[in-house]
């Protein structure tokens, strides 16, 4: 069963980003997910697959 990853949605990693940051934004959603550090910026390009089993939780709109 697929993860509903939607456009613009924030997910937490399992683990962080080189920059500490372990929560990104979604920018692309398809068979590549493109995702966007909030800490720094960077944009990491990731096969559906794999992000699916990178991500631990999907954020809340209230979980800020």
């Known amino acids: 069963m697929a993860m509903e990853l939607n456009l613009g949605g924030r997910v ?4 962080p980003h ?3 940051g372990s929560i990104f ?3 692309r959603v ?3 997910v493109k995702l966007r550090c909030e800490t ?3 944009e990491v390009e990731l096969p559906r697959a794999k ?3 990178a991500i631990r939780s999907i954020l809340k ?3 800020t």
């Open 30 to 32: 398809g068979m590549d």
């Open 40 to 42: 720094c910026g960077h």
């Open 51 to 53: 992000a699916e089993r």
């Open 12 to 15: 937490r990693m399992k683990k």
């Open 61 to 63: 709109e209230e979980e």
């Open 18 to 20: 080189p920059c500490g």
């Open 25 to 27: 934004v979604l920018t």
